[in-house]
């Protein structure tokens, strides 16, 4: 069983928040370089858009991501594996898991004293209760549908039967 560690987890989310926030500015900036540029009809803008920084940065993004969504596996697949739910399928729980985990990321805030392993696992259990919850529902729903449905037919097979022989 692998374990998260939770230093090196909040230290690359922090990376992971920077270099977004980054991406985002930079995203802004490209946008407005081209509104600009198309509108004056020159190449040479007040802000000048760098494309070597914005590729150097979504790089490093990038990393960064592939290292949080493998943390996040091991997350997810050790919280599935505890939580033991018979409704829900492992490997769907665990994508869902990872898929929650890189979704909430942006959110966390350690200057609120909480940890990220504290923080991404009550996400993930929340999500993952949601999860069954609504699959035992639907579980539920369809065992009372075959219940209403058997028990329609089964009163009205014996009266068809009947009328068919000819019998009241």
Do not use: W
């Not at 549908?145 to 022989?165: F, G, I, T, V």
């Amino acid at each position: 069983m692998d374990y998260v560690n939770n230093k090196l987890l909040e230290n690359n989310i922090l990376l992971f928040q920077k270099y977004l926030k980054t991406k985002k500015k930079f995203d802004y900036l490209k946008v407005d370089y081209e509104i600009h540029k198309l509108n004056v009809g020159e190449s040479k803008t007040v802000l000048q858009f760098d494309a070597k920084l914005y590729e150097e940065n979504n790089k490093k993004l990038k990393e960064v991501q592939d290292y949080l969504a493998t943390e996040f596996f091991i997350l997810a697949q050790n919280i599935v594996r505890f939580t033991n739910y018979q409704s829900v399928d492992v490997d769907d729980a665990v994508q869902e898991g990872v898929y929650i985990c890189l979704s909430r990321v942006e959110r966390f805030d350690p200057t609120r004293g909480s940890k990220a392993f504290n923080f991404l696992t009550t996400c993930l259990i929340h999500h993952l209760r949601q999860i069954y919850r609504s699959n035992k529902n639907f579980i539920e729903l369809k065992r009372k549908y075959c219940d209403y449905y058997m028990q329609k037919h089964c009163r009205e097979l014996p009266a068809k039967r009947n009328e068919r022989l000819g019998k009241k």
